[in-house]
């Protein structure tokens, strides 16, 4: 499975990005995805979450402001990102796991098995 995140990008605080990863493979709809970010010292954190259900997970500093979809027939997850602020910048990560669990556990985390290339957000003041 490899994974290929795109829409990151220069924005005013306030402003939107859409990011998108498309998943090759044929497990795409079965797979719980997740976005994570990393901003520069800091760890990685789970951003948004959404199982093969639709069942969707979010971190309470993007709450209401972000939103994780998923489009099984194109193989892609979306976050999409409104009222943006300075403290969203950060690389972001999309991932697939088969599990749940694997995605939204810290302490699972580690098990992982795809991760995209990263999409730099940065959010201007």
């Known amino acids: 499975v490899q994974l290929q995140a795109s829409g990151g990008g220069l924005v005013q605080a306030g402003g939107s990005l859409r990011l998108s990863c498309v998943v090759s493979?044929?497990?795409?709809?079965?797979?719980?995805m997740g976005w994570f970010r990393q901003a520069p010292g800091k760890e990685l954190e789970l951003v948004a979450a959404?199982?093969?259900?639709?069942?969707?997970y979010y971190a309470d500093s993007v709450k209401g402001r972000f939103t994780i979809s998923r489009d099984n027939a194109k193989n892609t997850v979306y976050l999409q990102m409104n009222s943006l602020k300075p403290e969203d910048t950060a690389v972001y990560y999309c991932?697939?796991?088969?599990?749940?669990?694997?995605?939204?556990?810290?302490?699972?985390?580690?098990?992982?098995?795809?991760w995209g290339q990263g999409t730099l957000v940065t959010v201007s003041s």
């Open positions: 991932a697939a796991a088969s599990q749940w669990d694997t995605i939204v556990v810290v302490t699972l985390r580690h098990l992982i098995p795809s």
């Open positions: 493979g044929r497990t795409f709809s079965s797979n719980a």
């Open positions: 959404i199982s093969s259900g639709g069942t969707t």
